[in-house]
């Protein structure tokens, strides 16, 4: 499976932007799709998780009620709207695929995209 995300770009504060994760194979829709970030000098970290059948999703408590992930299983894409942006979401955003049901950790997912930097001024 390959995963490239596209989307990211510069916003100001409380500006919105819309990514999106694009992958080929065949077995899509069944895959535990997830986002995470990575700013510099952190770590990367859990975003958003949606499931495979049920389309039930999951946030990080810093974006939600900001944050909406979305599939759209016939364009194999995954999507992340984000609203009221705020300079601490600066990073570089990835996808990631095939992870357990209740995936959050880095580890679990098998597969990744290369990511795209969102960077957020104030």
């Known amino acids: 499976v390959q995963l490239q995300a596209s989307g990211g770009g510069l916003v100001q504060a409380g500006g919105s932007l819309r990514l999106s994760c694009a992958a080929s194979?065949?077995?899509?829709?069944?895959?535990?799709l997830g986002w995470f970030r990575q700013a510099p000098g952190k770590e990367r970290e859990f975003v958003a998780r949606?499931?495979?059948?049920?389309?039930?999703?999951y946030y990080a408590d810093f974006v939600k009620g900001r944050f909406t992930i979305s599939r759209d299983n016939a364009k194999n894409t995954v999507y992340l709207q984000m609203n009221r942006l705020t300079p601490e979401d600066t990073a570089v955003y990835y996808c990631?695929?095939?992870?357990?049901?209740?995936?959050?950790?880095?580890?679990?997912?098998?597969?990744w995209g290369r990511g795209t930097q969102v960077t957020v001024s104030s």
């Open positions: 990631a695929a095939d992870g357990p049901p209740y995936a959050t950790v880095v580890t679990e997912y098998d597969y």
């Open positions: 194979g065949r077995t899509f829709s069944s895959y535990v």
């Open positions: 949606i499931s495979s059948r049920t389309y039930s999703s």
